[in-house]
């Protein structure tokens, strides 16, 4: 697989400085359990984010719009948060 450089993202960020705060906004989405727009590809959050905004499926302008969990995602962390929580006791 080849790598994402910053070159393949700033076609669709302004600058450098810019794609850090969006590529980490996007990494948090992710480890949050956000739909994935590229296949993973044994990738970890930050490479993820940095390969979907050099594909064009994040940008600044939809960024806010993407941090919506699909319910069934909600439920599952819902459940293991409560699983954790009997089994601690």
């Keep these: 697989m080849a790598r994402v450089t910053i070159e393949d993202c700033l076609g669709n960020v302004e600058n450098r400085f810019k794609l850090v705060l969006l590529a980490s906004e996007r990494a948090r989405q992710l480890q949050h359990g956000a739909t994935e727009f590229l ?3 044994k990738d970890k959050d930050t490479v ?3 390969r979907e905004i050099a594909a064009g499926h994040v940008t600044p302008d939809n960024i806010a719009s993407l941090h919506r969990i ?3 995602h909600q439920r599952d962390r819902e459940q293991e948060q409560l699983h954790l929580q009997l089994t601690t006791f």
């Design 48 to 50: 993820l984010a940095l």
């Design 39 to 41: 296949p993973r590809l």
């Design 70 to 72: 699909p319910d069934s």
